[in-house]
């Protein structure tokens, strides 16, 4: 770290029961975590319990979350409302869980139908990865054709077709207006790369020829409108995109497990956008905390699953012992219940843009060519003079500085992981967001001093 500024020391200094367990559980759990992406050096903070927008750690550190489980919260932790929803569906149901149909599952599916534009039918998952899973299955199904094509950089899930090129390095993927196939996991067949075709975010007419030469093999695009939950689609390219999907019969999905209800509004970033997908995908906030997933889409389409309609040898299958989990939905209905009000969105997004707004007034001031940028309730901060348009200029960020800033807000009670966005929720209050900029102003200080 820069002279004489080293925040990775003041964050191990005040996080020592975190190190004690970080060590126990990496006897146990390979890094010492249950996910990669879970994972930081030195070692993460643990987590003891959390209230609102505040986490506490095993040191009995508090912070002011903006981790927020990578997103879920939006309510922040353990909103009354959602707690008691889960409370009173355990009572009224007298199990966890009942295996046949119940009523929860279609009430949740008419509000989502009527919340999304492109949602005529949906079925439940239990995580966004199932979510996309599935959908591109019934795409293939539907289509009977084996190929999809993904964009270089976007997150659908860690599986294997769903994992090539999301981190290409520059030598191996490519030029961006043909991007190769990259395998990003160890364990990708060769026939997993062969069946995905990679295409360029933002660049309307390098997809659009690319859609073109491909049209006979596809059976769908998968997209996150806003990649990253901060990249936005440019509006002219995903017109673009939807347009040439209609004209050449490939199925469009957004995968809007990050972005569905992290907008400025309900309906995602299909009714931000006014474009709207044939299926899409939802994880994360539908549970209101606890695991879940749908996909949704036309009505046609989803069909494909159907076992009242369609004999077994006709159809795609789709199963999970836990789909449509009765508490989980209730925590689901429970959160999209405060969403609906009419001030949730609105008071999100003042919170949202204050804190925005104070930061890059900040890097501004101090001087450092730095942004947070991103729409609705999710940011990132990225130390570069311009917001990136594709992963490619993600490649040219400064990380070093990134990772000053990150530990430095660490170590004062910010909570956040490290080089990823930031969530805000409702429950985070003016005060909070003083402290946050405050701390910020002492990082970037600090930063600026040692340098
Ligand atoms: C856009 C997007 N799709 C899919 C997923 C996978 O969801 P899950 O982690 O619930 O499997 C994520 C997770 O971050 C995501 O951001």
Same mark, same amino acid.
């Given at each position: 770290?820069?002279?004489?500024?080293?925040?990775?020391?003041?964050?191990?200094?005040?996080?020592?029961?975190?190190?004690?367990?970080?060590?126990?559980?990496?006897?146990?759990?390979?890094?010492?975590?249950?996910?990669?992406?879970?994972?930081?050096?030195?070692?993460?903070?643990?987590?003891?319990?959390?209230?609102?927008?505040?986490?506490?750690?095993?040191?009995?550190?508090?912070?002011?979350?903006?981790?927020?489980?990578?997103?879920?919260?939006?309510?922040?932790?353990?909103?009354?409302?959602?707690?008691?929803?889960?409370?009173?569906?355990?009572?009224?149901?007298?199990?966890?869980?009942?295996?046949?149909?119940?009523?929860?599952?279609?009430?949740?599916?008419?509000?989502?139908?009527?919340?999304?534009?492109?949602?005529?039918?949906?079925?439940?998952?239990?995580?966004?990865?199932?979510?996309?899973?599935?959908?591109?299955?019934?795409?293939?199904?539907?289509?009977?054709?084996?190929?999809?094509?993904?964009?270089?950089?976007?997150?659908?899930?860690?599986?294997?077709?769903?994992?090539?090129?999301?981190?290409?390095?520059?030598?191996?993927?490519?030029?961006?207006?043909?991007?190769?196939?990259?395998?990003?996991?160890?364990?990708?067949?060769?026939?997993?790369?062969?069946?995905?075709?990679?295409?360029?975010?933002?660049?309307?007419?390098?997809?659009?020829?690319?859609?073109?030469?491909?049209?006979?093999?596809?059976?769908?695009?998968?997209?996150?409108?806003?990649?990253?939950?901060?990249?936005?689609?440019?509006?002219?390219?995903?017109?673009?995109?939807?347009?040439?999907?209609?004209?050449?019969?490939?199925?469009?999905?957004?995968?809007?497990?990050?972005?569905?209800?992290?907008?400025?509004?309900?309906?995602?970033?299909?009714?931000?956008?006014?474009?709207?997908?044939?299926?899409?995908?939802?994880?994360?906030?539908?549970?209101? =905390?606890? $695991?879940?997933?749908?996909?949704? #889409?036309?009505?046609? &389409?989803?069909?494909?699953?159907? +076992?009242? *309609?369609? /004999?077994?040898?006709?159809?795609?299958?789709?199963?999970?012992?836990?789909? =449509?989990? $009765?508490?989980?939905?209730?925590? #689901?209905?429970?959160? &999209?219940?405060?969403?609906?009000? +009419?001030? *949730?969105? /609105?008071?999100?997004?003042?919170?949202?843009?204050?804190?925005?707004?104070?930061?890059?007034?900040?890097?501004?001031?101090? #001087?450092?060519?730095?942004?947070?940028?991103?729409?609705?309730?999710?940011?990132?901060?990225?130390?570069?003079?311009?917001?990136?348009?594709?992963?490619?200029?993600?490649?040219?960020?400064?990380?070093?500085?990134?990772?000053?800033?990150?530990?430095?807000?660490?170590?004062?009670?910010?909570?956040?992981?490290?080089?990823?966005?930031?969530?805000?929720?409702?429950?985070?209050?003016?005060?909070?967001?003083?402290?946050?900029?405050?701390?910020?102003?002492?990082?970037?200080?600090?930063?600026?001093?040692?340098?």
């Amino acid at each position: 770290m820069a002279g004489g500024f080293d925040p990775i020391a003041e964050y191990k200094a005040r996080t020592g029961k975190s190190a004690e367990w970080f060590a126990r559980a990496r006897e146990h759990l390979p890094g010492g975590v249950t996910g990669n992406v879970k994972f930081y050096p030195p070692y993460p903070v643990f987590a003891k319990r959390a209230s609102g927008a505040h986490l506490w750690d095993l040191d009995g550190n508090d912070y002011i979350d903006y981790m927020l489980c990578f997103g879920p919260l939006i309510l922040g932790h353990g909103h009354p409302r959602v707690v008691e929803a889960v409370r009173k569906q355990l009572e009224r149901d007298g199990t966890t869980i009942f295996g046949p149909p119940h009523e929860l599952e279609t009430v949740m599916a008419e509000r989502l139908n009527r919340i999304f534009p492109c949602a005529e039918r949906v079925r439940f998952t239990n995580s966004g990865l199932e979510a996309t899973l599935h959908a591109l299955r019934v795409c293939r199904g539907f289509k009977r054709k084996n190929r999809i094509a993904k964009f270089e950089g976007h997150y659908h899930g860690c599986y294997d077709e769903a994992l090539v090129s999301l981190t290409p390095s520059e030598e191996t993927a490519g030029p961006y207006a043909a991007p190769q196939p990259v395998a990003c996991s160890l364990g990708t067949s060769e026939y997993t790369l062969q069946s995905v075709q990679v295409l360029p975010f933002n660049d309307a007419e390098d997809t659009v020829r690319l859609l073109r030469a491909h049209k006979d093999d596809l059976a769908a695009v998968i997209m996150e409108p806003v990649q990253r939950g901060f990249i936005e689609s440019n509006p002219e390219f995903l017109k673009a995109v939807r347009e040439t999907t209609e004209e050449l019969d490939i199925i469009l999905v957004f995968d809007e497990v990050m972005s569905a209800f992290r907008m400025d509004r309900l309906g995602g970033a299909q009714t931000m956008y006014g474009i709207t997908p044939d299926v899409m995908c939802l994880g994360k906030i539908v549970g209101g =905390g606890f $695991p879940a997933g749908a996909f949704l #889409g036309r009505e046609d &389409i989803m069909d494909v699953v159907n +076992p009242a *309609t369609r /004999p077994k040898d006709n159809r795609v299958f789709h199963g999970g012992t836990f789909n =449509g989990h $009765p508490s989980v939905l209730a925590a #689901g209905m429970a959160t &999209i219940d405060v969403l609906e009000e +009419p001030d *949730t969105y /609105p008071r999100l997004a003042a919170k949202t843009s204050r804190l925005r707004n104070g930061l890059n007034d900040m890097f501004r001031r101090q #001087g450092f060519e730095a942004l947070a940028v991103g729409p609705g309730s999710t940011f990132n901060v990225v130390f570069a003079r311009e917001c990136a348009r594709s992963y490619r200029d993600c490649m040219h960020f400064d990380a070093n500085l990134r990772k000053e800033f990150d530990y430095g807000l660490l170590a004062r009670g910010i909570h956040l992981h490290p080089d990823k966005p930031l969530y805000t929720c409702t429950e985070l209050t003016d005060d909070d967001i003083d402290t946050t900029l405050s701390v910020a102003e002492e990082v970037l200080t600090k930063m600026r001093a040692a340098r």
